[in-house]
């Protein structure tokens, strides 16, 4: 298995075996944040941008550990303070960076496609840290390795994803892998949270917390957005929390060992009780562990692919 | 790859090893902070049997660790396959101790040189000493073996190949034209 692509825009247009090196990838790269000296040279000379058109501390600063891990220098443009906000283009700001000799732009956009956009017009990597509503193929990427080391494998198993299915990227991009991997998905959301066509990517859907967690190996618990909230669409928090937060009375009818995952951050009493955050079964921070050595494996994989091609 | 020819047998690679455990202890006069540490992949099958040799000569339990040196490759960014990065798993301190490095194959010396680049980043041994199953010759750089199993004068245009049971089904180094 040999890794082709130049960019990474989402789980969707991956295969099985794509998405399998990427996880058996980042297994080896766990060691190195253990280390004395956290730091390996296989990327030593090269330059990551971190261009974020969304607020973020974790995804950022995660792809910037990593890629430091790597020895790559990395530029955080924060569109802020940048020329984006002179009305300059994202193709525009893209073939400059690439103009600077950058290797790799790591992109957040609130637009859905923004990255495949940006990464057809540059020949620099491109890497998609969430766009709009479509996908955040790292977040997704994390889950699964976690899920991984927690249960030893993700073929079979019964995965829930529960909260704001209808604005969230990253219960596309697990429903993507984790359906490639070949486990059961099951979103789970009051009906105005969950998108109409949903269960063409293979999904599952369901209103009735209760039951999908009897049966389900893992929870991964989304956290309502509510600065998308238009208004309209979402529940007051209150009753939220009633009918979908994840409570330790509603774990206790759960699997015992059940995974509780969150891509963070969390609205604690809103999505997930404290109790239940801090718990046994919650994985929260390792994932946070894990997303640096998952996002390690991403940069090193697109940089090689680059260099296989030249 | 054409005719092959078979310089070491299982039995001859069996005393290799043990003649290299034996020298080890001599070196070292004994095995206090000893350490072995092989490169992925069968460096690490030799290192395990070294180690299963120290303890048959001296009872002792040698502490064995696993490097894998693909991300210090000083060909990494021209490397037309793409090298599968794999686990380093080192789990004992190498701090203050005689840690013997070990391959099956000693070639260019560029292998051995990020290897010592990778052990440098975990800590500052005594010594490090470096043991191969075969020496092939054709230097790169100033790097010798302080334990050689066998001096396998070779050319450009041969492969040397080293089969282990736990890799390759069977004990054997051959060597072999290349196509």
């Not at chain 1, 789980?11 to 060691?31: N, Q, V």
Request: hydrophobic residues 40%; aromatic residues 4%.
């Amino acid at each position: 298995m040999v890794w082709t692509k130049k960019d990474l825009l989402g789980l969707e247009y991956l295969t099985s075996e794509e998405i399998e090196l990427i996880l058996d990838t980042a297994e080896s790269f766990k060691e190195v944040s253990t280390r004395e000296i956290k730091k390996v040279p296989a990327l030593r000379g090269k330059t990551a941008v971190n261009l974020f058109y969304e607020p973020s501390t974790r995804t950022r600063v995660s792809f910037e550990v990593a890629a430091k891990r790597l020895s790559a220098d990395v530029i955080n443009i924060s569109t802020e303070t940048s020329s984006v906000r002179k009305g300059e283009t994202l193709i525009d700001t893209g073939k400059n960076i690439q103009a600077l000799k950058a290797d790799i732009i790591i992109m957040r956009h609130n637009y859905s496609g923004a990255a495949n956009m940006l990464a057809r017009a540059l020949d620099i990597s491109v890497v998609n840290a969430g766009d709009g509503w479509h996908e955040h193929p790292t977040q997704a990427l994390l889950d699964m390795f976690t899920l991984k080391e927690k249960l030893g494998k993700i073929k079979g198993l019964n995965v829930a994803i529960v909260g704001d299915i209808a604005h969230s990227r990253v219960a596309r991009s697990n429903i993507w892998g984790l359906t490639k991997l070949g486990a059961n998905v099951t979103v789970c959301a009051p009906e105005i949270l969950l998108p109409v066509g949903i269960e063409l990517t293979g999904a599952k859907t369901s209103s009735n917390l209760d039951e999908v967690l009897k049966k389900s190996d893992a929870v991964n618990v989304l956290r309502m957005q509510f600065e998308r909230d238009e208004g309209t669409a979402f529940p007051a928090q209150l009753d939220y929390f009633k009918k979908f937060g994840i409570t330790e009375e509603r774990l206790a009818k759960a699997k015992k060992d059940i995974v509780v995952m969150h891509p963070g951050p969390i609205n604690r009493g809103i999505e997930m009780s404290s109790e239940v955050a801090d718990g046994a079964n919650s994985v929260i921070l390792e994932q946070v562990t894990n997303g640096i050595a998952v996002r390690m494996a991403v940069l090193y994989l697109v940089s090689q692919a680059k260099e296989a091609k030249k | 790859m054409k005719e092959k020819v078979k310089i070491l047998d299982q039995e001859g690679i069996n005393r290799a090893i043990m003649r290299i455990a034996h020298e080890i202890i001599e070196k070292n006069k004994g095995t206090v902070d000893l350490c072995i540490v092989g490169i992925r992949n069968r460096g690490v099958f030799i290192a395990k049997r070294i180690a299963e040799c120290i303890k048959k000569i001296e009872n002792i339990d040698v502490p064995v660790g696993a490097l894998d040196i693909t991300l210090y490759r000083d060909d990494l960014a021209l490397a037309s396959g793409q090298p599968l990065v794999r686990k380093t798993e080192i789990d004992f301190d190498i701090n203050n101790q005689n840690l013997v490095l070990v391959d099956d194959v000693l070639y260019t010396g560029r292998t051995i040189r990020a290897a010592l680049d990778a052990l440098i980043d975990f800590g500052r041994p005594k010594s490090i000493q470096l043991a191969v199953l075969v020496d092939r010759g054709h230097r790169e750089l100033p790097i010798r073996a302080d334990f050689v199993g066998k001096n396998i004068p070779t050319s450009h245009k041969e492969a040397v190949e080293v089969h282990l049971q736990e890799s390759d089904g069977s004990d054997e180094v051959l060597i072999a034209e290349k196509a």
